[in-house]
């Protein structure tokens, strides 16, 4: 496997990765806010959201890598 074709590999990993995170945070979002911690829910929320931002590069470098290269 060359280089490039692992990379879109692993593209995909971390992209489906990260979603599986995703959903887990909203779990404890909830138990946090449940708990009475809506500082606690918050900063879960605002790293769930740099995971999301994240997913969304990786999205586009897998494009971006499938569309100019035979992957």
């Known amino acids: 496997m060359d280089d490039l074709s692992k990379l879109a590999h692993l593209l ?3 992209i489906e990765h990260n979603a599986s995170h995703e959903a887990t945070y909203r779990v404890w979002i909830e138990r946090a806010e449940k708990a009475g ?3 606690v829910a918050q900063k879960v929320r605002e ?3 740099h ?3 994240m ?3 990786f999205e586009e470098a897998l494009h971006l890598l499938k569309g100019n290269e035979n992957v």
């Open 12 to 14: 995909g990993h971390w």
């Open 55 to 57: 997913s969304r590069c």
């Open 51 to 53: 995971s999301e931002r």
């Open 47 to 49: 790293s769930m959201a």
């Open 37 to 39: 911690r809506p500082e």
